[in-house]
């Protein structure tokens, strides 16, 4: 075997949980995407004639969802790592450090992805030894289900953050009074049904000359 800095030995597998509950993959995935997803470079300019500025859309920090997934590999292996440390603001404006449970810190990622940790448990599929095939197998297939949860709340918490909508309510709330507001959401939930109207328009169209040149 290859000289890895982290190996994956029989005993970790015996020693390794196979399976994390639903419930808390669900709430460890919310918690994924919100830390995951970071605001993007603005495209418009900071203000306009002294109006607040636009809320910032969102995209994926896939180093910091890659430290998340590593560290939740380990969980499973029951390995302990450094975690990364979050500097998030304060109730009084100050910054404060907040370690980020399961994010693997960055040099620590380093080794465990530089030991290929992943191909090791496949190879241990391999394995001879009574007990670590089928519970690789499980271990492997649970952490993918895992990973496909993390991957559709961070799809989930994007679309609702760059929703033009939301973006525009948030928006409007900074500087207008309710009843403004009110009305210009008004407004904007009607364009948005006469555009769905014209969509479904567009889409019969299609079915019916579809329907002709099947003929």
């Known amino acids: 075997m290859a000289e890895y800095e982290i190996i994956i030995t029989a005993e970790d597998i015996a020693n390794a949980t196979s399976y994390v509950t639903v419930a808390e993959k669900k709430r460890v995935s919310q918690g994924i995407a919100f830390f995951c997803c970071e605001a993007a470079a603005p495209t418009a300019p900071e203000s306009l004639n ?16 890659q430290q998340f997934q590593m560290g939740l590999l380990a969980d499973y292996l029951g390995i302990e790592y450094p975690v990364e440390v979050a500097v998030l603001p304060g109730a009084e404006g100050e910054e404060a450090e ?12 380093d080794r465990w992805a530089g030991s290929h940790v992943l191909n090791q448990l496949e190879r241990l599929k391999k394995s001879k030894e009574s007990g670590v095939c089928d519970k690789v197998y499980d271990i492997l297939y649970d952490y993918k289900n895992y990973e496909n949860m993390i991957s559709v709340a961070i799809r989930d918490y994007m679309a609702i953050q760059n ?15 309710e009843e403004a507001a009110q009305a210009v959401m008004q407004a904007l939930m009607q364009s948005k049904g006469e555009l769905n109207e014209a969509l479904n328009e567009v889409d019969e169209y299609k079915k019916q000359k579809q329907g002709e040149s099947d003929e």
């Open 163 to 177: 929703d033009p909508l939301n973006r525009a309510a948030e928006y409007i709330s900074k500087f207008a009074t």
């Open 98 to 109: 907040q370690p980020l449970t399961h994010c693997m810190a960055e040099e620590e990622y």
């Open 50 to 65: 002294g109006l607040p500025t636009l809320p910032f859309m969102v995209q994926e920090d896939r180093k910091l969802r």
